[in-house]
């Protein structure tokens, strides 16, 4: 069975009498241990599918399944706080927070089981992602755009979820930081057996991706 499955869905916007869709009967499947790129131009749909597959908004028809069952049957509150986590190009960290702190936030809100020493959890998790103990003291806004997008992936590992999803997660950065954010990505796949999804518009990204999705026109496809 899939880990997580969008079954048939479909979004559109209301433009008066006309229905603009979206997505189209969109059906896709996602399994632990790969890391899957969605590849689309400006517009294709890409940050919409993102945000039906993590609860942030539902579809006008279809179901999105995680384990088999209907995210809106686990309820949707649950879902983003107990199984899946986003990472978003501009951050999204707190900014009068330390690193070691951003990391925390998601422990304190999640139902799943976690070491007691919450603060060790925060600090080891910077420092697998490459953020040293001085820089993990910091607040967020002390430290360069890698650095905080390292910090929001450390804290996208915190609940200890098996679905990590990204929007343009190197959207902002140069391309050597670029390709070792890829690398960690890869790596949470491939070592520690996490479903990685990531939307991109960067060909060279999506490459390296186990399995590459193409939207268009709102389909989605195997990319050829
Ligand atoms: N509130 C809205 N009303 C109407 N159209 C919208 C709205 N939000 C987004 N769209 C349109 O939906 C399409 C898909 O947007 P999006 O999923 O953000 O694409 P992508 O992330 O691939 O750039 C775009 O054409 C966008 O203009
Ligand atoms: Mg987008």
């Not at 707190?94 to 304190?108: D, F, K």
């Not at 992936?153 to 954010?181: C, H, K, S, Y």
């Not at 999506?206 to 389909?219: M, S």
């Amino acid at each position: 069975m899939a880990l997580l499955e969008a079954k048939n869905v479909d979004y559109f916007y209301q433009d008066g009498d006309q229905r603009r869709f979206i997505l189209k009967d969109t059906t896709v499947s996602f399994e632990k241990g790969r890391f899957y790129t969605i590849l689309g131009q400006s517009g294709s749909g890409k940050t919409t599918l993102l945000s039906l597959l993590s609860a942030l908004d539902s579809p006008k028809a279809g179901e999105i399944l995680y384990n088999g069952e209907n995210i809106q049957k686990i309820g949707y509150e649950k879902y983003r706080r107990d199984d899946i986590s986003i990472i978003f190009q501009s951050y999204n960290l707190i900014p009068y927070l330390s690193a070691a702190e951003n990391v925390q936030v998601p422990m304190a809100i999640t139902d799943n089981k976690l070491p007691d020493d919450k603060k060790a959890v925060a600090y080891n998790l910077l420092d697998y992602i490459g953020i040293t103990r001085d820089k993990a003291d910091r607040l967020v806004n002390q430290l360069s755009g890698g650095e905080q997008q390292r910090v929001a992936i450390a804290r996208a590992l915190a609940t200890n979820v098996d679905i990590i999803m990204a929007d343009e997660p190197t959207g902002n950065l140069d391309e050597e930081m670029e390709q070792e954010i890829v690398d960690i990505f890869k790596e949470l796949a491939h070592k520690h057996g996490k479903c990685v999804i990531v939307v991109t518009h960067a060909n060279e990204i999506a490459q390296q991706a186990d399995d590459v999705l193409y939207l268009r026109k709102g389909v989605l496809k195997t990319h050829e």
